[in-house]
Nanobody
Framework: QVQLVESGGGLVQAGGSLRLSCAFS????????MGWYRRAPGKQRELVAA???????NYADSVKGRFTISTNNAKNTVYLQMNSLQPEDTAVYYC?????????WGQGTQVTVSS
């Protein structure tokens, strides 16, 4: 069974920082891309950040310059460093891995940013 385990969510004041981590099982191979999505209350799920197997990154305009996606291939882990958090960043964040075997999702972790 493919598993993705997320951690790092929580409550933070506006202007603060959090780092999300998602460790995925080593059975996932030939990874095409990894990314983070989020779903805010009353809104659709959106792509926040993604990184390709070649190291190319993409960010939503709303987080560009504040969030950074990175990976540790030896640990099969993808990170999302979130700085200068704003209340509008409040959402459930989901990690995703796309590979030749399919698309895999974590359970989500809550990020709440207070004013």
């Amino acid at each position: 069974q493919v598993q993705l385990v997320e951690s790092g969510g929580g409550l933070v004041q506006a202007g603060g920082s959090l780092r999300l981590s998602c460790a995925f099982s080593r059975s996932i191979f030939s990874s095409y891309s990894m990314g983070w999505y989020r779903r805010a209350p009353g809104k659709q799920r959106e792509l926040v950040a993604a990184i390709s197997s070649g190291g190319i990154t993409n960010y939503a305009d709303s987080v560009k310059g504040r969030f950074t996606i990175s990976t540790n291939n030896a640990k099969n882990t993808v990170y999302l460093q979130m700085n200068s958090l704003q209340p509008e960043d409040t959402a459930v964040y989901y990690c995703n891995v796309q590979s030749s075997g399919g698309s895999y999702w974590g359970q989500g972790t809550q990020v709440t940013v207070s004013s």
